[in-house]
């Protein structure tokens, strides 16, 4: 436990002494704030007209403002991760490989689990650290709006995404010690997540088996449930397997780093 | 105190380490020397338990390197090729991060962090951020790194690259001074770091131990026969005539010689023989002058030259 601290803190260090956090950070949350702003703004335009259309037919208008801005937006948060958690992982062990650092922790008295979870934990942070400040676009709602955003989405949301998000981190981060050059690492690991987004199209329809076993591995399939406010056990599964599985693997690799001609 | 018993290591079909075995004792320090590419790495990175051994069985502390991965590392501080640093950390904190991995427990991290730093002679660079370090300096954070934690075992993969001639010196000194209460290997493909800082050197190449002695031994064992120089003034060809026919003379090789048309002949003699009063009476003998007649010995260069060319015979003396 004390050697998985000592690795998390190197690597807090590492993203909040360089600018990889300042720039990650700042750049996701201005992202956030325009995309938000213009959700929103769709969602009055659209409320207003729904109200105008209902006054002039009679009826009330039951436009769900909140509702409809953090559905988008939860949704586009999700897309924006797809960009952003290969800059965060790509470094993650192809740096210490070609810094030779890797040496160091592989002949110091600590386990490959250790390091791979102490990394793993530190990334995990780092991705809480840009999410937390998007809360407060939710607070402001639940200020200003009427009726109050939707509760259960907005849980729901936030876990799919914190699922979402370490599952990335997991798969980022196996991807990180196959190579010493994080430039393939963050090519890599975007063409992964792509490839695991894009599984989802084309077999939606889910006729076969193949297809049904194909659209249920899409990674962004079991979010949408969560972003309508629904806990689904095996979306659950499937996040924690998928991250329990790539950690796993990660371990692998980097034990097998020893076996590999340097 | 490391005990490594017919050591392997292939990668693939190239064999990097050939049934390798040699002791160290507790205290000592050992020398490994040999070219680029002769397989000291590959050795220290097994004992470090880097990587395991193809086959064979190593001990560092009693430990196997293999088995008791964790225990040997517990023991051990390791300076590979390249200083393992983090640019982005400052000498100190980099070496806190190195003592919490070691497992020191935090209450004797200020006393160790200024005793390595006092030992490689860095307390003016405690608190500058290592990317902004010399090469120079960056190795000597290497080398606090590697004795920060107190390891019985030391093991150096070439300490003294990249340090200017009165760093090399520092350098050396240090690991005398730590010698006996640590037992250090170090690799090196420099002769007179070896001759100067090691108990005991094992020469190595293509993977292949090629001998293992004290520095001293190496230099009079090899020698054999004796091989001395001498400068006259005289015809080669007479010379070489002359001194052919010394009782006991095996070799004799006539040259030019310094100036004012000085000629130099070389004479190896058989061994226990020694041709030194021979060659003297015969010169004087002939009414040349003797301007020079002295012994020469080989050096570590020659004996590895010798060790580690195919040729042997090509080994020259050096004067």
């Known amino acids: 436990m004390r050697s998985i601290y000592a690795i998390y803190r190197k690597e807090m260090g590492h993203y909040f ?101 102490g990394k793993f934990f530190a990334s995990f942070t780092l991705f809480l650290v840009m999410l937390l ?130 | 105190m490391i005990e490594v018993e017919d050591v392997t290591k292939s990668y693939g079909a190239t064999t990097a380490v050939d049934h390798v075995s040699f002791t160290v004792n507790r205290g000592e320090i050992l020398g490994f020397l040999g070219p680029n590419g002769a397989g000291k790495t590959t050795t220290m990175r097994i004992l470090t338990g880097y990587m395991p051994a193809t086959s064979g069985t190593a001990r560092v502390s009693g430990f196997d390197v293999f088995k008791d991965s964790l225990q040997v590392r517990r023991h051990i501080g390791y300076l590979p090729e390249a200083p393992p640093v983090y640019p982005d950390m400052s000498v100190e904190s980099y070496l806190e991060f190195v003592l919490r991995i070691k497992n020191v427990p935090a209450e004797k991290h200020s006393a160790r962090v200024d005793d390595a730093l006092a030992k490689t002679n860095l307390g003016d660079k405690r608190h500058e951020l290592i990317k902004r370090l010399s090469r120079g300096y960056k190795q000597r954070v290497g080398l606090a790194q590697a004795l920060v934690h107190d390891p019985d075992v030391i093991i150096l993969d070439e300490p003294t690259v990249g340090l200017d001639p009165k760093q090399i010196i520092e350098v050396r000194n240090l690991i005398k001074a730590l010698a006996g209460s640590h037992t250090i290997i170090l690799s090196t493909h420099i002769l007179p770091e070896v001759s100067m800082t090691c108990d005991r050197v094992v020469i190595i190449n293509k993977g292949k131990i090629a001998a293992v002695d004290t520095p001293q031994n190496l230099t009079s064992q090899l020698r054999g026969g004796q091989r001395i120089r001498v400068e006259t003034k005289a015809p080669e060809k007479q010379l070489q005539d002359l001194l052919s026919h010394v009782p006991g003379a095996a070799r004799v090789e006539v040259g030019a010689g310094g100036a004012d048309g000085h000629v130099a002949a070389t004479v190896d003699s058989a061994q226990g023989q020694d041709v030194r009063s021979q060659v003297a009476a015969k010169i004087v003998e002939k009414g040349w002058p003797l301007y020079e007649l002295r012994g020469l010995s080989l050096s570590l260069e020659d004996i590895f030259l010798q060790l580690t060319t195919d040729d042997a015979a090509h080994a020259q003396p050096s004067n």
């Not at chain 1, 993650?92 to 070609?98: A, G, L, N, Q, V």
């Not at chain 1, 010493?180 to 792509?194: C, D, K, R, S, W």
């Open chain 1, 17 to 117: 002494v360089s600018p990889i956090a300042y720039v990650v950070v700042g750049l996701f949350l201005i992202l956030c704030g325009f995309f938000f702003n213009l959700y929103l703004g769709d969602a009055m335009r659209a409320a207003m007209e729904a109200q105008m259309q209902g006054a002039q037919f009679g009826m009330a208008s039951n436009f769900d403002v909140p509702g409809e801005v953090i559905r988008a937006f939860l949704g586009v948060l999700a897309l924006f991760l797809l960009f952003f958690m290969p800059m965060v992982t790509m470094g993650i062990f192809s740096d210490e490989r070609r810094r030779g650092t890797m040496e160091l922790l592989m002949t110091s008295p600590i386990t490959e689990t250790q390091i791979v979870l």
């Open chain 1, 133 to 262: 400040p998007t809360a407060s676009y939710i607070l402001f709602m639940w200020v200003k709006s009427e009726p109050m955003p939707p509760l259960r989405v907005v849980g729901a949301g936030y876990l799919g995404l914190l699922l979402f998000g370490g599952a990335l981190l997991a798969l980022g981060s196996f991807l990180s010690s196959l190579t010493e050059n994080p430039i393939i690492a963050a090519v890599l690991t975007f063409g992964a997540f792509l490839l695991l987004w894009a599984l989802d199209f084309g077999s939606s329809g889910a006729a076969s088996t193949v297809e049904s076993v194909v659209h249920y591995l899409s990674v962004i399939n079991h979010y949408q449930g969560f972003t309508q406010g629904v806990i689904d056990t095996s979306a659950l599964v499937y996040y924690v397997s998928f991250m329990v599985l790539f950690i796993f693997l990660t371990v692998r690799s980097v034990d097998s780093m020893r076996w590999r001609r340097a």
